[in-house]
Every structure is written in C-alpha cells, then in structure tokens.
C-alpha cells in the first residue's frame, strides 16, 4: 500500500516562510513519478499549487505563488520540498502531496483528478 508522509506546516504571520515536506517509504516507487503539491481552503474546490517531475527536469506554478514558493526534489529524488516564503493570508488552506501515478511522465498534471495518491495534508495558516 502506497503511503506518503507530509510534514512541516504550522502557523505563521503575513511575510513569513514555511518549508513543506513530502516523502514515501516506498522511495524508488516515488522517484520515478511527478509529485504535485495541492491545497483546499475551506469551501474552495482543492487547487494546484506546485508540481515537478520525477527527474525535476519540469516545474509549475500556480500564477499566485510565482516568486514565492520553490518545489524542489534532491538527487535521491526523495523528499519533495515545497519552500513558501512571502506567505499571505490568502495562502491558508490544507496543502496535500500527490503522485501522479505514470512513472517517467515528461511533466506534471494540473488536475487533481489525475493524482492517484494523496498524503494526509498538512495545516498552513497564515495570519495578517
């Protein structure tokens, strides 16, 4: 059974950072596959925010957090780091990892009906 573990939100003030962290204990199984980073605010539908490939050859953005926050993976492809800084109030919501499930794909899906596996989720809220 697939598993992926999130790590690193909390509670921060308007132009604070938070680095969010996403990693399975299968780990050659995740190395291979584009990570997606997502976020749900209350009453919103869930919303893409970042996502890169299994070789971090390709990144994107959501337009809002362009500048602001970098996705990043290491050389053992393994944890996915989404560093946020300059964080706004309108950034808090319940940010979730997810692995699209076609290994070597040559970018990273936008919808989140394309995504498989999803962590937990992790809280960020971000006071004014």
């Known amino acids: 059974q697939v598993q992926l573990v999130e790590s690193g939100g909390g509670l921060v003030q308007a132009g604070g950072s938070l680095r969010l962290s996403c990693s399975s204990p299968?780990?050659?199984?995740?190395?291979?596959?584009?990570v997606g980073w997502f976020r749900q605010a209350p009453g919103k539908e869930r919303q893409f925010v970042a996502g890169?490939?299994?070789?971090?050859?390709?990144?994107n953005y959501l337009d809002s957090v362009q500048g602001r926050f970098t996705i990043s993976r290491g050389l053992s492809k393994s944890p996915v780091d989404l560093q946020m800084n300059d964080l706004k109030p309108e950034d808090t919501a319940v940010y979730y990892c997810?692995?699209?499930?076609?290994?070597?794909?040559?970018?990273?899906?936008?919808?989140?009906?394309?995504?498989?596996?999803w962590g937990q989720g992790t809280q960020v809220t971000v006071s004014s």
């Open positions: 997810a692995v699209y499930s076609t290994e070597f794909f040559f970018t990273t899906p936008q919808e989140a009906s394309h995504y498989d596996y």
């Open positions: 890169i490939t299994w070789n971090g050859a390709v990144v």
């Open positions: 299968q780990a050659p199984w995740f190395s291979r596959r584009s």
